[in-house]
């Protein structure tokens, strides 16, 4: 069965930053995109960033392209989510996802979710 565990999120101040962390087990990771989305209250949940499998193709949203920056470990079987100069519209709980590589902005190409992690963002 896979799991995907997310941790590091925590209640920052804005202009703050967090380094968030998902590790992936029950099945090979390296083949797989991964993905950060993330839900604010009240909203549905968004696409942040993704990563193919190589770790050499990287896409965000125009909402925080240039402050956060995705990576992955293969072999530690983790991706990383680095987010910087937080704002509080970055409140929201923070999913990983692993799937497919192609169409890595899209929801439906993942077959997989953590549970979450919360980061909330005061002024």
């Known amino acids: 069965q ?3 565990v997310e941790s590091g ?3 920052v101040q804005a202009g703050g930053s967090l380094l968030l ?3 992936a087990s029950g099945r090979a990771f ?3 995109a991964m993905g950060w989305f ?3 209250p ?3 949940r968004e696409f942040v960033a993704a990563v193919r499998w190589s770790g050499d193709s990287t896409y965000y949203s125009d909402s925080v392209k240039g402050r956060f920056t995705i990576s992955r470990n293969n072999a530690k079987n983790t991706v990383y ?3 910087n100069n937080l704002k509080p519209e970055d409140t929201a709980i923070y999913y990983c996802a692993s799937g497919r590589n192609f169409f890595v902005r899209s929801q439906s190409s993942y077959d997989y979710w953590g549970q979450g992690t ?3 963002v005061s002024a």
Request: with cysteine; glycine share 12%; charged share 10%.
């Open 118 to 120: 919360q980061v909330t």
């Open 30 to 32: 390296s083949p797989y």
């Open 42 to 44: 009240g909203k549905e």
């Open 9 to 11: 999120g925590g209640s």
């Open 2 to 4: 896979v799991q995907l």
């Open 38 to 40: 993330r839900q604010a």
């Open 21 to 23: 962390s998902c590790a």
């Open 81 to 83: 989510l680095q987010v």
